[in-house]
C-alpha cells in the first residue's frame, strides 16, 4: 500500500489526500491549524461532483518530524509565500526514496526544491480547482478539480504515472504533462492578471473586471506570454484568447488571491508576480503591465502590515 | 472695485475667493452644499500662515444663473469630473467682458473652455496648496498656496497680472506663467502617480510609496513627461529627479485623490489620468505604467458603483 503524506492539509492538501486514501493510498496529514479538529474527526469533504465523505488519516501530525515510517510520497500544499520555508516544512519526513510532489501555485517555485534534495524525484503539480475551507476540517469542493503532473526537470516517472491513476481512479481527471514548467507558465497567463486585479479593483469578480479592462488583462497576459517564451517555455499562440473565452464563459469567480485578501491571509503575490517579474528582469524583458500590478500588490501588502 | 464671482466654492474657491476679497475685490460665491451655512455667516477661513477670519461674499448664490450684475472675473474651482458639466456650471454667468479663470486640476481640461466661450478671455490656472474642508463654510488652509495662472492659448493680459497681483496682496506667492498648458504637465507628473497610487494602494502616505516603490512611481513620471514632450510642451530634463526629491522631503502627505476616495468623493481619475492616457493614444505614445494605473483606477471605482 503506497504511503502519502500530505503535508499543508488546507483545502488543497485535504481534498486531493481524501482522494488518493479512497484509492486505497495510507494517506497521513500534517494539519497545524484545524489539528485537534482532524485529530479526532478527520475531514469532512463535500464535493459538488463526487459526493460528501469522512477523511479519517493514517496519521494526522503537526509536523513532518512527528511522521512514523517512510513516505513514498510526500504531497505539499502549502501556499507559497515568503513566510513559508518550504524545504524546512518538508525535510524532516524526505527519506531516500520519497517522492516529493508539490501541488502549488506560483512559477520559478522548482529549483529551491531541486537544490535541496537532489536524489529525491521531484514532481510538480497544478490544480485547478475551486475548493475552499469552509469550517474546521470542513472542505468545500465547488467545481473544476483537474491536476497536472510531471517531473522536474521534466518526463513522467512511474511513480508519477501510478499517483496519477490513483487520482483517476477517485473521479478526477489528472493528466500526466511532460513539460510541466510549461504548465506551470500557462496557468499564469491567467493567475497574473486576475489576482492581482480582484484584490487592486476592491473586490471585483473576474467578469467585471474582463468586461471594463479587457484591454489591460491582454497586457499582462502577454507580458507573462513573452517571459515563457524568452525562458525556453513557448505557449501555444492562442493561448490568450483561450483563456479572454473561457473567462467570459466562467461564472463570475473570487479569484484565491481576493479570498486570501478577504479573510485576511497572506497572499501568493512573490509566487504568482514576482517570480515572474525577476524572470523578466534577468531575461531582460521588458514587462511593464505586469509591473505595474506587482509594485501596487506590494503596496497593498505594505499598508496591510502598517495596519497591524 | 473688481466684480469676481466663485464657481465651486469648496475648499480651492473659498480660499482664494477669501483672498480676492481681502484684497478688495467684489466677491460672490455659488455654492451648494454648504449654501444655508454660507449665506448666513460665510466663511471661517482658517489658515496656517495667514491667520483666522470670516469671509463674508457678496452675493451667495445656489446657481450661476441667480448672479446680479455683471462678473469681471468667474474663478471656477469645481473638481474636474465626469458628472459635472464644467461649461454648464458657469454659462449664465458669463457676459461680454467676462475673463473665465479656472483653477482646477488635471491635463489637457483648456480646449472645451475655449471653444464654449471664444470671444471670453481664458485663463488657466494651477493651485499647488493644502486646503480642505474641515466642516460647513469651514476652510482649513494648512500648507502651501502658491498659485500659477496664465491666459489661453498662452500669454498674460492684464486682467491676469491685475489678479495675480490681488492675490500677492493679500500674501499668497502667485505667478503668472507665459506657458500654462506645460505648467499642467509638470503638475501632472508629480499627480500621475500619488494620486492613483495613495488610493489603489489603500491609504498610504506618499513617502511609502516613494520609499517601496520609487522606480515604479519614476515609470510613471517617465509616461507623463514623454507626452508632454510629445504633445509640444517639453518638461526640464531633471524635473522627474527633482519631484522625487521633493517628495521625500515633504512631510507624508495624504494625496487630494485619497482624501476624495475616504470621503465617498468621486475622484478626478479622468481629469489627470484619462485625458493624459487619452493624449498619449492619440500621439501614438506608448504609456505602459500610466495606462496600468488608469485601468486600476476605473477598476476602482467600478467597485464602488457596484457597493452602492
Redesign the interface.
Known amino acids: 500500500m503506497v504511503k502519502v503524506l500530505v503535508i499543508g492539509a488546507g483545502a488543497i492538501g485535504a481534498f486531493y489526500g481524501s482522494l488518493l486514501a479512497k484509492a486505497g493510498a495510507e494517506v497521513s496529514v500534517v494539519c497545524r491549524s484545524d489539528y485537534d479538529q482532524v485529530k479526532q474527526h478527520g475531514f469532512i469533504i463535500d464535493s459538488r461532483s463526487l459526493g460528501r465523505w469522512n477523511f479519517i488519516p493514517a496519521q494526522v501530525l503537526k509536523n513532518a518530524a512527528d511522521f512514523e515510517g517512510s513516505a513514498d510520497t510526500i504531497l505539499l500544499c502549502t501556499k507559497v509565500i515568503p513566510a513559508v520555508d518550504r524545504v524546512a516544512l518538508i525535510q524532516p519526513a524526505v527519506a531516500e526514496n520519497t517522492a516529493i510532489v508539490f501541488i502549488q501555485n506560483g512559477v520559478e517555485i522548482e529549483q529551491e526544491m531541486l537544490d535541496a534534495f537532489p536524489n529525491n524525484e521531484v514532481v510538480s503539480g497544478l490544480a485547478f480547482i475551486c475548493c475552499n475551507r469552509i469550517g474546521p476540517g470542513e472542505i468545500l469542493h465547488l467545481a473544476y478539480g483537474r491536476l497536472a503532473l510531471g517531473n522536474l526537470p521534466n518526463g513522467i516517472s512511474n511513480k508519477t504515472a501510478q499517483l496519477c491513476e490513483l487520482f483517476s481512479h477517485s473521479g478526477i481527471d489528472c493528466n500526466t504533462n511532460e513539460n510541466i514548467i510549461t504548465g506551470r507558465w500557462q496557468k499564469c497567463i491567467w493567475n497574473a492578471p486576475f489576482n492581482p486585479?480582484s484584490v487592486?479593483?476592491?473586490?471585483?469578480p473576474t467578469l467585471?473586471?474582463l468586461q471594463?479592462?479587457e484591454?489591460?488583462v491582454r497586457?499582462i497576459m502577454q507580458d507573462v506570454f513573452n517571459i515563457a517564451a524568452a525562458s525556453g517555455h513557448p505557449l501555444p499562440d492562442n493561448i490568450i484568447n483561450i483563456n479572454i473565452e473561457h473567462t467570459y464563459a466562467m461564472p463570475p469567480y473570487k479569484t484565491s488571491m481576493l479570498l486570501d485578501y478577504e479573510n485576511g491571509q497572506p497572499m501568493e503575490t512573490e509566487a504568482i508576480l514576482g517570480n515572474a517579474v525577476r524572470a523578466a528582469q534577468r531575461l531582460g524583458i521588458s514587462v511593464?503591465?505586469l509591473?505595474?500590478?506587482y509594485?501596487?500588490m506590494?503596496?497593498?501588502e505594505?499598508?496591510?502590515i502598517?495596519k497591524k
Open positions: 486585479l487592486l479593483s476592491g473586490g471585483l467585471d473586471i471594463n479592462q484591454p489591460f497586457n511593464p503591465y509591473e505595474s500590478v509594485a501596487l506590494k503596496l497593498r505594505l499598508k496591510l502598517v
